[in-house]
């Protein structure tokens, strides 16, 4: 059982950066591929990123690339996306989750564990 903790969510404007962090329980944190997934308003949940166990291995969404970085630290049993040239179209809430799949995925369905949420608004 892993429990997942975000925070670090807020408003800002189009051009800033925010970063979130994901704290789990547990000692087993190393053994999970983490990702951050975010969902807006009437639409579906999306994957955002993801990294290996190791953190040597990370992927991301089109839409965010080259905008957003993802990383862990085993030690502290924590995972951080952080966000820079945010835009009005990353407004979501923004979840982490951990996959106990063999290879990393980007779909909801392939993890195991969801945090419950932190709300990121950017105004333009």
């Known amino acids: 059982q892993v429990q997942l903790v975000e925070s670090g969510g807020g408003l800002m404007q189009a051009g800033g950066s925010l970063r979130l962090s994901c704290a789990a329980s547990?000692?087993?944190?190393?053994?999970?591929?983490m990702g951050w997934f975010r969902q807006a308003p009437g639409k579906e949940r999306e994957f955002v990123a993801g990294i290996s166990r190791s953190g040597g291995n990370t992927y991301y969404a089109d839409s965010v690339k080259g905008r957003f970085t993802i990383s862990r630290d085993n030690a502290k049993n924590t995972v951080y996306l952080q966000m820079n040239n945010l835009k009005p179209e990353d407004t979501a809430v923004y979840y982490c989750a951990a996959s106990s799949r063999v290879v990393l995925r980007s779909t909801p369905s392939a993890y195991d564990y969801w945090g419950q949420g932190t709300q990121v608004t950017v105004s333009s």
């Open positions: 547990g000692r087993t944190f190393s053994s999970y591929i």
